[in-house]
């Protein structure tokens, strides 16, 4: 569902209503805590109803959003996390003051450098007004995720890069020059390393069901007597992708992470693995996103749904496949 101008609108309605409605509960509840000598409390959501309805009467200034490192998670959380932020302060008509990344996890450099960067990498502050540090008004929304999403709708908070994708694109397109290649590059990418076939977040995806999606891939290129690549990308051990070779695919297993993403990012052809380095990665490309299903996680616009077999729409994916092919017979035409 395309989040328009006028649905982001109803839904930041229908948030206020819901942290409204809690907000007053517990400011009655709160009377009664102080008077037991407890303290008092309001959810992440009522404390942004809190800055909002005293902007909106004039008592303090318009509330600011910046989303600062949490411990832990890794470059693709991050990222999002601080998207995220960028879209509820536009969604709110607050400020958003960018904070640099200052840590994010399964580091390959020291932590500073590696910070340094993600951020360079996705130029997120690119235009944004630099945080100066934390202050009365500041919600951090990192820490605040959780209870802002649970009233705003989980889906729906994804739903909002339907929108604001193409800005998140040019920023981190500002400072780099688009392959351009007659050969089309498919990236593949199957989450392993940090999780486990029993993990029961839906975060790990069958190989087989992985293997479908190649083969169809391959048919549909084959078809069209492409020329193509094919390439890997995993945490995982090189064992655990029996077949991948014989289909004539590249494994890049455990490979440098921001020579991963980026690679994910320039690919004609992404198949999104179940995670938000697969999903800040297809936020950004240009190319066709084949989308696995995962937890609470939507597809964007235009991105192809896999079902649980791995299999896709041919039709729909043969359209993005012949605009995509005039796209990029016009780019490799001479000036």
């Given at each position: 569902m395309p989040a328009s101008s006028l649905q982001i609108r109803l839904l930041v309605f229908r948030f206020l209503l819901r942290s409204g409605a809690g907000y007053v509960r517990n400011i009655l509840a709160?009377?009664?805590?102080?008077?037991?000598?407890?303290?008092?409390?309001?959810?992440?959501?009522?404390?942004?109803?809190?800055?909002?309805?005293?902007?909106?009467?004039?008592?303090?200034?318009?509330p600011r959003f910046t989303?600062?490192?949490?411990?832990?998670?890794?470059?693709?959380?991050?990222?999002?996390?601080?998207?995220?932020?960028?879209?509820?302060?536009?969604?709110?008509?607050f400020t958003y003051e960018h904070t640099p990344f200052s840590e994010i996890a399964h580091a390959e450099q020291p932590?500073?450098?590696?910070?340094?960067?993600?951020?360079?990498?996705?130029?997120?502050?690119?235009?944004?007004?630099?945080?100066?540090?934390?202050?009365?008004?500041?919600?951090?929304?990192a820490r605040m995720y959780s209870g802002i999403a649970s009233r705003f709708g989980y889906r729906e908070t994804f739903e909002l890069f339907n929108e604001s994708a193409p800005s998140?694109?040019?920023?981190?397109?500002?400072?780099?020059?688009?392959?351009?290649?007659?050969?089309l590059m498919i990236a593949v990418h199957v989450r392993r390393g940090d999780v486990a076939s029993k993990e029961n977040r839906g975060r790990w995806a069958?190989?087989?069901?992985?293997?479908?999606?190649?083969?169809?891939?391959?048919?549909?290129?084959?078809?069209?007597?492409?020329?193509?690549?094919?390439?890997?990308?995993?945490?995982g051990g090189a064992s655990e992708f029996d077949g991948a070779e014989a289909l004539g695919c590249e494994l890049c297993v455990k490979r440098d992470a921001l020579w991963t993403m980026r690679a994910m990012i320039e690919a004609d052809v992404l198949v999104m693995g179940r995670g938000y380095f697969s999903y800040v990665?297809?936020?950004?490309?240009?190319?066709?996103?084949?989308?696995?299903?995962?937890?609470?996680?939507?597809?964007?616009?235009?991105?192809?749904?896999?079902?649980?077999?791995?299999?896709?729409?041919?039709s729909a994916f043969g359209r993005a496949l012949d605009k995509k092919i005039a796209a990029q017979m016009a780019a490799c035409q001479p000036p």
């Amino acid at each position: 569902m395309p989040a328009s101008s006028l649905q982001i609108r109803l839904l930041v309605f229908r948030f206020l209503l819901r942290s409204g409605a809690g907000y007053v509960r517990n400011i009655l509840a709160n009377v009664i805590k102080r008077a037991l000598g407890r303290e008092p409390y309001f959810d992440k959501s009522e404390i942004v109803f809190h800055a909002w309805a005293r902007y909106r009467l004039g008592l303090q200034p318009k509330p600011r959003f910046t989303s600062r490192s949490l411990p832990g998670e890794g470059a693709g959380s991050q990222i999002r996390l601080t998207m995220c932020a960028i879209n509820f302060a536009r969604a709110f008509g607050f400020t958003y003051e960018h904070t640099p990344f200052s840590e994010i996890a399964h580091a390959e450099q020291p932590i500073a450098l590696w910070a340094r960067a993600w951020e360079d990498e996705f130029n997120l502050g690119d235009g944004e007004i630099a945080a100066s540090g934390p202050g009365d008004n500041v919600l951090d929304f990192a820490r605040m995720y959780s209870g802002i999403a649970s009233r705003f709708g989980y889906r729906e908070t994804f739903e909002l890069f339907n929108e604001s994708a193409p800005s998140f694109r040019a920023k981190y397109f500002r400072n780099k020059i688009r392959r351009k290649s007659s050969t089309l590059m498919i990236a593949v990418h199957v989450r392993r390393g940090d999780v486990a076939s029993k993990e029961n977040r839906g975060r790990w995806a069958e190989w087989d069901q992985v293997l479908n999606s190649v083969t169809q891939l391959k048919h549909a290129l084959e078809q069209r007597a492409l020329s193509y690549k094919i390439r890997i990308f995993s945490d995982g051990g090189a064992s655990e992708f029996d077949g991948a070779e014989a289909l004539g695919c590249e494994l890049c297993v455990k490979r440098d992470a921001l020579w991963t993403m980026r690679a994910m990012i320039e690919a004609d052809v992404l198949v999104m693995g179940r995670g938000y380095f697969s999903y800040v990665a297809a936020i950004v490309s240009e190319g066709i996103k084949l989308f696995d299903p995962w937890g609470h996680i939507p597809p964007l616009d235009g991105w192809i749904v896999r079902d649980a077999n791995g299999h896709f729409s041919g039709s729909a994916f043969g359209r993005a496949l012949d605009k995509k092919i005039a796209a990029q017979m016009a780019a490799c035409q001479p000036p």
